[in-house]
């Protein structure tokens, strides 16, 4: 039977009845039909690694989704990136219009490494449904400074030869001591991610950085394949993850959480009139409670923000999606979409609703 309605935080159902498998997930709309990408987890704990890969769905609607299958399969050979048990989080997929290549990327850690890779893996298709070809994983910008340099920047890393993975240093420590002149010779550090083709069709990618500690945004090549080598810096020291970025009227949005794993916490936003910033910090956007687990808005109803989606052929309609996770029964991590609604000073905000429809956009 036809879903004519959005339900956050209930099992959500695909054409078949099965529980929707795309966590962490993100959309592409491509000639007319809505794609939704996004982490296949199994059961359990060990559902927080990858042992399946990329799922993805397709939907004329938005509400009914049929599984297209797995877009990007884990490799079973020994070694390899992306090998099953390696950790592949967050995918996003972009069109490239002038290679007609369908281009993936997403945050990549080497199986038994723990967080330690904080890498981006890219991978390639000629169909929005796959199969992708994996590319390679990089961590971006290795050698350049970013736009907004800052003397501090150029000074020696305190850190270096004393810091671990295993042994962090407190949060401030990591901005103080420059963990970006670290890691500027092999590249900085790429883990949650994000993607954003902008108007003229330059596309974005967007990490938690240097520790978790900075967002970077970064120009993509005209390929979408690799960096082009102008960045940004953002939010140092604010400990940004999950920032999704879309636009609107001339300004540039951008949602996001703190940095508490699995656990939920305030949602950030931010709003720019250049890409490349200055960005200003804008109050939490979200309101009311989620019913089901009691959460408002310090906790994000708790969830946390993975990707906003825009209507095609709308300019103001747009629909935050978010994951309520699991990490004791990975696969059963849910999913809230809400619509975004825009303020008379730029602003925007998201409403918990229990149930809601495209009519709202109306
Ligand atoms: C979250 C992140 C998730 C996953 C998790 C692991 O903060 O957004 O994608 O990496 O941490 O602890």
Same mark, same amino acid.
């Given at each position: ?7 956050? =935080? ?7 009845? %099965? ?14 039909? %809505?794609?939704?990408?996004? /982490? ?33 399969? %884990? ?40 967080? #330690?890779?904080?890498?981006? =893996? ?51 420590? %990591? ?25 003229? =069709? ?13 967002? *970077? ?59 490349? =910033?200055?960005?200003? /910090? ?15 808005? #310090? ?12 209507? *095609? ?14 990490? #004791? ?34």
């Amino acid at each position: 039977m036809s879903q004519q309605i959005f339900e956050p =935080g209930k099992i959500w159902r695909d054409t078949k009845g %099965v529980p929707i498998n795309a966590h962490g997930g993100g959309l592409l709309c491509h000639e007319g039909v %809505v794609y939704w990408y996004g /982490e296949h987890k199994i059961e359990g704990e060990a559902g927080n690694r990858a042992h399946v890969g990329v799922h993805v769905y397709s939907s004329a609607d938005l509400y009914n989704w049929k599984d297209e299958g797995i877009a990007l399969r %884990v490799s079973d050979e020994p070694g390899h990136d992306i090998e099953t048990g390696c950790i592949l989080e967050r995918p996003k997929v972009i069109h490239n219009a002038a290679t007609g290549k369908f281009v993936m990327w997403f945050h990549l850690e080497k199986k038994g490494c723990g967080y #330690d890779t904080a890498s981006s =893996g890219v991978a390639v298709a000629d169909q929005p449904t796959g199969p992708f070809s994996y590319v390679r994983a990089i961590r971006p910008n290795a050698g350049v400074f970013p736009l907004n340099d800052s003397p501090a920047l150029h000074t020696p890393c305190l850190a270096e030869g004393g810091f671990t993975g295993d042994h962090p240093l407190p949060r401030l420590n %990591v901005v103080e001591s420059n963990i970006f002149r670290r890691d500027l010779e092999e590249g900085q550090m790429a883990r949650d991610l994000n993607l954003f083709v902008d108007d003229d =069709g330059k596309a974005y990618h967007i990490y938690s950085s240097e520790e978790n500690s900075t967002l *970077h945004i970064s120009e993509l090549d005209a390929a979408y394949l690799a960096p082009s080598g102008r960045f940004a810096r953002l939010f140092a020291g604010r400990y940004m993850e999950t920032a999704a970025v879309f636009k609107r009227g001339g300004y540039y949005y951008l949602i996001a959480s703190g940095c508490t794993s699995w656990e939920p916490n305030a949602a950030r936003c931010a709003i720019a009139r250049n890409i490349m =910033g200055p960005w200003y /910090e804008m109050e939490n956007p979200c309101r009311g409670v989620n019913p089901q687990n009691g959460f408002g808005p #310090d906790k994000t109803f708790g969830a946390q923000s993975t990707y906003v989606h825009k209507l *095609h052929g709308r300019d103001d309609a747009f629909i935050a999606m978010f994951d309520i996770w699991n990490p #004791d029964n990975a696969i059963d991590g849910r999913y809230v979409w809400l619509p975004v609604t825009f303020e008379d000073d730029h602003g925007f905000l998201i409403h918990w609703r229990d149930t809601w429809d495209l009519s709202v956009f109306e």
